[in-house]
């Protein structure tokens, strides 16, 4: 582990910096990048472009779009947006591709309002993935915001 010395004093501040357990650092975009839409007619033209259904699970690229994410990031920081969703309780949840799909949710919300938006900080699977799975039958919207590596 490499450990840098932040403020003096005994023992001082100590900041890891980098090792095995380490996300490594953060690489913020200098835009954010769109990389899937599920809404027709709109871009990236990657992936499938219709609604989710409740409870479906899409895996997706976040290299496409050149937005600049390598493939062989360890995390990515997105925001997610879910449109056009029906009215009610949901949740959203974003997960490391090739991972089993944990019971936490990144985004919880409940209304009429079918609209609703989380930033998100995800472990990225194999060839820089994610899996994404609104509740309910929702439009999903990813732009990356940045990643770490």
Not at 32 to 61: I, Q
Not at 99 to 113: E, F
Request: glycine share 12%.
């Amino acid at each position: 582990d490499l450990w840098l010395c932040v403020a003096g004093g005994i023992p001082g501040t100590w900041r890891k910096l980098a090792g095995p357990a380490a996300a490594g650092a953060l690489h913020v975009l200098p835009v954010p990048v769109r990389v899937y839409d599920s809404r027709s007619g709109t871009t990236p033209a990657v992936g499938l472009k219709t609604p989710f259904t409740g409870g479906e699970v899409r895996t997706l690229n976040c290299t496409v779009n050149s937005s600049g994410v390598p493939a062989d990031a360890i995390a990515v920081q997105v925001t997610c947006l879910i449109v056009n969703a029906v009215a009610g309780n949901a949740n959203f949840t974003v997960w490391a591709g090739g991972a089993s799909k944990p019971a936490a949710n990144s985004l919880v919300w409940g209304g009429d309002s079918g609209r609703a938006s989380t930033l998100a900080v995800c472990a990225l699977g194999s060839g820089a993935k994610i899996q994404v799975s609104p509740s309910v039958a929702a439009d999903v919207v990813v732009d990356v915001v940045g990643y770490y590596r």
